[in-house]
Structure formats: structure tokens, C-alpha cells
Nanobody, 120 residues
Framework: QVQLVESGGGLVQPGGSLRLSCAAS????????MSWYRQAPGKERDRVAK????????TLAASVKGRFTISRDNAKDTLFLQMNSLKPEDTAVYYC??????WGAGPDYWGQGTQVTVSS
């Protein structure tokens, strides 16, 4: 069965960095797009970043452009989110999600999430 396991969250000061990982299993990772979403308390879950199956195409939410980078290692079935210059408003539970195809379709499976807290 499909499994997505996030790691790398934690408490960081404003301006700091974190690198999230998502270990995937149960499907052919290199065939599907992957995304990172986040959900802050009382808010909707929003997409932060998306990457195509090959990694050649990415898109980032406007709020994180220039600070976050999405990448993947298809040899290790792992998705990454490098987060730099973190702000308190980045505080949320971060989820990785598997796409339904190589790029255009939305997610069909989700991880359990990892908490990121940006605070001094």
C-alpha cells in the first residue's frame, strides 16, 4: 500500500532553516508528481510546492518563492523541501502528497504530517 512518511520538522527561530523529507513506498515513485502542503491552525490546507515526476518542473506558492525549494531523489524514493529564511507565518503542519499522474492531476495520498514551528 502507498505510504508517505514525513520527517525533519521541529522548532526553529525566525530566519532559520529546515529540510523536510518524505519517504515514499508502495508505488512507482518516479512516475508521479509530488507536492508539499501545509495547514496552520484554523486555516485551510494549502499547497506550498509541487514537482513533476522527473523533477524537471516545479512550482512554488508566492508566499515561499525565493525561500523554499522542492526537490526529489527518484533513486531513493524521497521528496524534499528545503526551507530557508523561515518566518513565524510558516508555522504549520506540513504534509507530502502523491499526485495522480506525472504533473497535472491533484493528490490522492497524503502523509501524516510533520510540525514546523517558527518562533523565537
Amino acid at each position: 500500500q502507498v505510504q508517505l512518511v514525513e520527517s525533519g520538522g521541529g522548532l526553529v527561530q525566525p530566519g532559520g532553516s529546515l529540510r523536510l523529507s518524505c519517504a515514499a513506498s508502495g508505488f512507482t515513485f518516479e512516475r508521479y508528481s509530488m507536492s508539499w502542503y501545509r495547514q496552520a491552525p484554523g486555516k485551510e490546507r494549502d499547497r506550498v510546492a509541487k514537482i513533476s515526476n522527473s523533477g524537471a518542473t516545479t512550482t512554488l506558492a508566492a508566499s515561499v518563492k525565493g525561500r523554499f525549494t522542492i526537490s526529489r531523489d527518484n533513486a531513493k524514493d524521497t521528496l524534499f523541501l528545503q526551507m530557508n529564511s523561515l518566518k513565524p507565518e510558516d508555522t504549520a503542519v506540513y504534509y507530502c502528497a502523491k499526485g495522480r499522474d506525472w504533473w497535472g492531476a491533484g493528490p490522492d495520498y497524503w502523509g501524516q504530517g510533520t510540525q514546523v514551528t517558527v518562533s523565537s
